[in-house]
Nanobody
Framework: VQLQASGGGLVQAGGSLRLSCAAS????????IVWFRQAPGKEREFVAG????????NYADSVKGRFTISRVNAKNTVYLQMNSLKPEDTADYYC??????????????????WGQGTVVTVSS
């Protein structure tokens, strides 16, 4: 599966963005999809994950209650709805895939399939 992230942009604090991770291939529904982010000078960190069916989701504590991950397998797409954005959410956001995963692996090294980043900038 190949992934392409999109939807980033510049938004004021308190605003919202929706990121999309579109996948190619007919086996998309077999993959857990996760979002990571990386701010300048910082390590890549787990943001949210969703299992292959969409029945199980997982979030970093820093985004719980503000971000929602969802998927539409018929469209080969996973979404990350980001509300109540804060300046500390500013980062490059990446989606990654794990075959038959649950979307709970927090280490970037566990994922071999990555999309390109999409930049999110939250101004104060």
């Amino acid at each position: 599966v190949q992934l392409q992230a999109s939807g980033g942009g510049l938004v004021q604090a308190g605003g919202s963005l929706r990121l999309s991770c579109a996948a190619s291939g007919r086996t998309f529904s077999s993959y857990a999809i996760v979002w990571f982010r990386q701010a300048p000078g910082k390590e890549r960190e787990f943001v949210a994950g969703i299992d292959w069916s969409g029945g199980s989701t997982n979030y970093a504590d820093s985004v719980k209650g503000r971000f929602t991950i969802s998927r539409v397998n018929a469209k080969n797409t996973v979404y990350l709805q980001m509300n109540s954005l804060k300046p500390e959410d500013t980062a490059d956001y990446y989606c990654a895939a794990e075959l038959y995963g649950l979307g709970r692996n927090l280490s970037p090294s566990e994922y071999r399939r990555w999309g390109q980043g999409t930049v999110v900038t939250v101004s104060s």
